[in-house]
């Protein structure tokens, strides 16, 4: 792994490349490593505490038995309420808020390194939020009539969703046929119409037709 790219702001190389090489090993498919942020005390740092962004987690490195283990705390983008950081003196205390249980904070980070692992944090807070508001929507438009009383659907085309409307025509109503007598007396109406019968011709036409009513 490079380490040289996690070295923009003054990070200690040796404890870089120690932590670099234990998150390798920890990282699921598709995730990456973003920033990693190492303590620097006044004095002489000999095992500092780090603390490192990935495009899926947030990652506190804590060394124990002097330096020969780590702790590592984890939390995923979905536990983490918030993250916040306060400049002091010597460096800034990073502040993670999880959505359950206790902040986790390490003090002496470089300003610049709080900074950053703020705007970092903050970049995939977001994201987050932006996909969870993406699938409420579309659970919303799969469950909420339209204007025409139907449902709209998705169906999948070349990776692109097009929607369409599933209802159910009404069918037409099938006209009842007219009887004999009905007809006649169309016909003999067309006739005299086209008046190629008298009015005393319809008159007893009509009269001999209803009579078999």
């Not at 610049?112 to 987050?128: D, G, H, P, S, T």
């Not at 409420?136 to 438009?141: G, H, V």
Request: charged letters at 30%.
């Amino acid at each position: 792994m490079l380490i040289e790219q996690y070295l923009t702001d003054d990070q200690d190389p040796k404890t870089a490349e120690k932590v670099l090489t234990k998150l390798r090993d920890m990282l699921t498919s598709g995730e990456a490593i973003v920033y990693l942020a190492i303590q620097k005390k006044p004095a002489v740092t000999l095992i500092p505490d780090c603390i490192a962004v990935t495009s899926k987690r947030l990652f506190f490195c804590l060394p124990g038995n002097l330096g020969l283990t780590t702790n590592f705390v984890t939390f995923s983008w979905d536990d983490i309420k918030e993250v916040s950081f306060k400049e002091e003196f010597f460096g800034s205390k990073f502040i993670a808020v999880p959505q359950r249980g206790e902040n986790v904070a390490i003090d002496y980070i470089p300003k610049v390194q709080a900074r950053k692992l703020y705007q970092f944090c903050n970049e995939q807070i977001e994201k987050k939020k932006e996909l969870e508001r993406n699938r409420n929507l579309d659970e919303k438009s799969l469950s909420e009539p339209d204007s025409e009383g139907g449902y709209t659907s998705y169906t999948e085309v070349d990776e692109e969703f097009v929607p369409y409307i599933s209802s159910t025509p009404e069918p037409e109503p099938i006209p009842e046929p007219e009887d004999e007598v009905t007809l006649k007396l169309k016909k003999l109406k067309t006739l005299f119409e086209k008046q190629l019968i008298t009015q005393e011709e319809y008159e007893s036409k009509k009269a001999d037709i209803l009579s078999q009513f």
